[in-house]
């Protein structure tokens, strides 16, 4: 049974930059494709960006310039992080397994940007 | 980008009633590349059905999805207590992916 959890700060500054990580067990790593997604509170869903196991990602126009997903097969883990924040980036973080559709999803971690 | 529609924003029923939600996308999602999930209140998001109508691991066959082009829907013949909650759509033929805003099934 593929188990993502996601970890890092729950509180950032406007202007820093937010990094998160995706710990993935129970499951291959290798061969797949994982996703960032993110839901402002009490709004909808918003596809951040993905990256293959072997490096290769693909990102949200919205959010390009701004955003960099990384991978560490040795840790079976791979990471976000997302530059100049502002409270509009006010957000539960959810990781997941996958490039379409998601089945397996982390439990997510909110993320509040303010001073 | 493709942008998801979905309606009604609320429905209000009861237990046992039939669900109908509709999810309009503003251009051709190719090869019905839709999917429906269902999300209770501080839960993740639950995958029901992917491809408009392959219900996933795990599902119920109260659970039903169709359509294709533009227009998809998902049905619930019975309203169990625990699909009082919000679905979302999503396409993933068009990159990038894009969810709908949201249909509320609240108990009348």
């Known amino acids: 049974q593929v188990q993502l959890q996601e970890s890092g700060p729950g509180l950032v500054k406007p202007s820093e930059t937010l990094s998160l990580t995706c710990t993935v067990s129970g499951d291959s790593f290798n061969n797949n494709y994982w996703s960032w997604i993110r839901q402002p509170p009490g709004k909808g869903l918003e596809w951040i960006g993905y990256i293959y196991y072997s490096g290769g990602t693909n990102y949200n126009p919205s959010l390009k310039s701004r955003v960099t997903i990384s991978v560490d097969t040795s840790k079976n883990q791979f990471s976000l992080k997302l530059s100049s924040v502002t409270a509009a980036d006010t957000a539960v973080y959810y990781c997941?397994?996958?490039?379409?559709?998601?089945?397996?999803w982390g439990q997510g971690t909110l993320v509040t940007v303010s001073s | 980008e493709i942008v998801l529609t979905q309606s009604p924003g609320t429905l209000s029923l009861s237990p046992g009633e039939r669900a109908t939600l509709s999810c309009r996308a503003s251009?051709?999602?190719?090869?019905?590349?839709l999917a429906w999930y269902r999300q209770r209140p501080g839960q993740a998001p639950r995958l029901l059905i992917y491809g408009a109508s392959t219900r996933a691991t795990g599902i119920p066959d109260r659970f039903s999805g169709s359509g294709s082009g533009t227009d998809f829907t998902l049905t619930i013949s019975r309203l169990e207590p625990e699909d009082f909650a919000v679905y979302f759509c999503q396409q993933y033929g068009s990159s990038p992916g894009t969810f709908g805003q949201g249909t509320t099934v609240e108990i009348k």
């Open positions: 997941a397994k996958g490039n379409g559709w998601f089945f397996h």
């Open positions: 251009q051709s999602v190719s090869s019905s590349y």
